[in-house]
Structure formats: structure tokens, C-alpha cells
């Protein structure tokens, strides 16, 4: 059997246009653009990149975006000094902390300086609480992505066998809450479960979330199960090569021989999660102003 791949570049395109053709509705209505701010602290390349291209995409949206850029060296008071300027800046709907911070930041102190209702990673502790509780809140971008891959191929996810594969606060946890959420019958799996080959074969969807290269094999899952692979992970450069390949945590070769659809790496998870900090920046505007948020979004 071979895999139906699940296009999460196209879907991602997609959402992209619909916060598009809405943030022009938003616009028209509330007089003003929906906008996010990004904070960046510091240098590292890789958040650099990450943050360059999250203003082009918020821009392409017909949003306006604010970057933030402060030094390595900025104190801790300084920092929350700016996200408390951003949650009283009318202008600004969305805000975001670029992490990792640098070593003497902390970063749950400063994500928890970000107002609730201006929180489009959904990191707060009150958006963690509200999706626990299940009252709307915002939910954080990358699992929010993997739940609309899923539910475009599967429809309705009641009574499925959901296992979720890592429990972190950003993509494990509110993975299991969002699959709970939709009736799913979740296990949560992670370093310490026992089996977990045997786990993962009684699942209908397989939500792998890990960090280590392909580690869950082709013989790990139920023939027909559909497997959503969170993991970026690069491989060492083989001969040749400048920089490895990148790989997910799932073995694609073997696993799309058995699964019923599978998300690849890259062009799967990847690039849902720009595309929903967008629609999460737009429902924060809709929200901000006391406006409907549209359905499709
Ligand atoms: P974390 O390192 O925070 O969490 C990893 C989880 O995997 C932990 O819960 C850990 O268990 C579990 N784990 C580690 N080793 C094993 C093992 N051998 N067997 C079972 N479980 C194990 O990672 P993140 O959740 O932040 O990210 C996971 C992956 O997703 C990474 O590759 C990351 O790059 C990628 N990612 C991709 C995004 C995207 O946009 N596509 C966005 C965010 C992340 P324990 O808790 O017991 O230590």
C-alpha cells in the first residue's frame, strides 16, 4: 500500500489566502490593519531567519508588522518594558516572543508579561488553562496545524485511537487536548512509556512529536493509520553534502508503505505553523475589535 501524502505546503498556501481575503474584510471594517508584533532577542541565525520570514508572510497577508529587535544584553526589565508597551498598543493584536531567549532571560516570566488576548502562540499559562478547560483562547500554532491537517483527511475523529508521541507544553500537550477535544481516544507516549512500538500500532492517527531522526519504523503502525510527523530533525551531511538532509521523526520510506496518509518532512507540519500564527493574529484582531471571527478561518 502506498500513502496518500498529505500537502501541508498546499494547505498551508491556502489557509494563507483565506487570512488574506479576511484581513482586507478586517481592514475595511475596523479601519486599521490586524497586526502582529515579533520581539527578536539577540542573534541567533536561526531565530533571525524564522522572524524575517515571519514579517514577509504577515505583510503578503495584508497585515502590518512590527519587529522588534533588541540586543543579546537586554535586562530582563527591559524586555518586559517593551511587551507591556506592545499590550497597550491598539495597533497591535498579536504579539510574540521569539524563543529560545538568551540564558539569562526567563522566559516563563516574560511569556507570561504578554496579555491573554494578544497571545498568538498560545504559551500563556490562561490559553494553556483555557484549551485544558476548553474555553477559546489561543491555541498554540503548530498542533493547531497538525488538528486542521487531520481534520481535512479524516473528518470527524470521534472514538479514532489517537497516540501522541512527546508531551511538551508546545506541541505534545495541547496536541492530546485538541485530539480530546475531538473525541479521540488519546495516550499521551513519551521517553518513559513502556513498548512503545506496541502503543503506537493501536492507533488510528499517529502524531509524532519527538526530536530524533525516524524513529518511529514502518512496522510500529497499523496498516492504514494516518501518521502527522512534527519532527524537523537534521541528519549529518553525507558524502558531498554541504548540510545533512532534514528528516522527520518518522522512517518516511518505510512508514509511507503501510500508513493510509502520512505528512512529509519537509512540506507537511512545517509550514502550517506560519500560516496559523497568521490566523491566530487575525482572530485576535477580529476578537480585539468585537468583530465575528469568520468561520473559515
Ligand atoms: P521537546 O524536546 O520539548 O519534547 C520532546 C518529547 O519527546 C518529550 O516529551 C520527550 O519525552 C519525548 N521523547 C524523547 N525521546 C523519546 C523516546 N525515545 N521515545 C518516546 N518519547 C521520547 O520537543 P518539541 O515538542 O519542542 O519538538 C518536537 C519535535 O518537533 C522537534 O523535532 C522539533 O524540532 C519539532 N517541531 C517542529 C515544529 C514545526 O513547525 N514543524 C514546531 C515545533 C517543534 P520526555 O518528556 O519524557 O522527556
Known amino acids: ?14 489557509l494563507r489566502e483565506r487570512v488574506g481575503t479576511h484581513a482586507g474584510d478586517f481592514e475595511a471594517k475596523a479601519g486599521r490593519k490586524a497586526g502582529l508584533a515579533v520581539v527578536l ?54 504579539i ?60 470527524d475523529l470521534s472514538g479514532k485511537d489517537a497516540v501522541v508521541i512527546g508531551r511538551s507544553n508546545i506541541v505534545g500537550k495541547p496536541m492530546a487536548q485538541l485530539l480530546l477535544d475531538a473525541n479521540a481516544t488519546v495516550t499521551i507516549a513519551h521517553s518513559r512509556t513502556k513498548d512503545l512500538p506496541e502503543v503506537v500500532r493501536r492507533a488510528d492517527i499517529v502524531v509524532a512529536a519527538v526530536g530524533r531522526a525516524e524513529m518511529v519504523k514502518a512496522e510500529w503502525l497499523k496498516p492504514g493509520a494516518v501518521v502527522i510527523d512534527v519532527g524537523i530533525n537534521r541528519l549529518p551531511p553525507a558524502d558531498g553534502e554541504d548540510k545533512g538532509k532534514l528528516v522527520g521523526d518518522v522512517d518516511f520510506g518505510g512508514a509511507s508503505e503501510v500508513a493510509g496518509a502520512i505528512t512529509p518532512v519537509p512540506g507537511g507540519v512545517g509550514p502550517m505553523t506560519i500560516a496559523v500564527l497568521l490566523r491566530n493574529s487575525l482572530v485576535a484582531a477580529y476578537r480585539n475589535e468585537g468583530l465575528d471571527v469568520p468561520v473559515d478561518l
Open 1 to 14: 500500500m502506498s500513502a496518500e501524502i498529505i500537502d501541508g505546503k498546499a494547505f498551508a498556501a491556502g
Open 41 to 94: 532577542v539577540g542573534e541567533d541565525p536561526a531565530s533571525q531567519v524564522y522572524v524575517r520570514s515571519k514579517g514577509k508572510q504577515t505583510v503578503a497577508a495584508g497585515m502590518a508588522s512590527f519587529e522588534h529587535k533588541l540586543p543579546a544584553d537586554t535586562s530582563q526589565s527591559d524586555l518586559i518594558a517593551m511587551v507591556e508597551q506592545l499590550n497597550a498598543d491598539p495597533g497591535v493584536d498579536g
Open 96 to 155: 510574540l516572543v521569539q524563543l529560545p531567549l538568551p540564558d539569562h532571560l526567563d522566559e516563563h516570566t516574560v511569556i507570561s508579561t504578554i496579555s491573554p488576548d494578544k497571545d498568538v502562540d498560545g504559551f500563556h499559562v490562561i490559553n494553556a488553562g483555557r484549551l485544558a478547560v476548553g474555553q477559546s483562547g489561543f491555541v498554540p500554532c503548530t498542533p493547531l496545524g497538525c488538528m486542521m491537517l487531520l481534520a481535512d483527511r479524516m473528518g
